[in-house]
């Protein structure tokens, strides 16, 4: 498993927003992207960058060409846990020795 980048406080915060808005629904990207716009009141270039970073680190999925399917966070969260531990466990595990051939 790769080793998953923790996403910032910003892309938390609007994904978060955006998903108790849609609880389970889709949402189209022009939508989400003049929600973040209005709500948070970034301009239209950033509030495009961060619902791409969104559906880049897998908050959301894309179900149609211009429709995105927010993440529940729970899953989110356990995505993340699973990718540190098994981080962890990798850093920290005893080295394999190797064999000698006789």
Do not use: C
């Amino acid at each position: 498993m790769l080793r998953r980048k923790w996403v910032k406080k910003r892309e938390f915060i609007v994904y978060y927003y955006l998903y108790r808005k849609t609880v389970g629904r889709p949402i189209s990207i022009h939508d989400a992207i003049f929600e973040v716009k209005k709500v948070f009141n970034y301009n239209t270039k950033t509030s495009r960058n961060i619902i791409k970073r969104i559906i880049k680190m897998s908050l959301a999925d894309k179900i149609e060409v211009n429709k995105i399917m927010l993440r529940n966070p729970d899953e989110v969260l356990n995505d993340y846990l699973v990718s540190f531990l098994s981080h962890r466990r990798k850093l920290f595990s005893p080295p394999h020795k190797a064999r000698q051939e006789p």
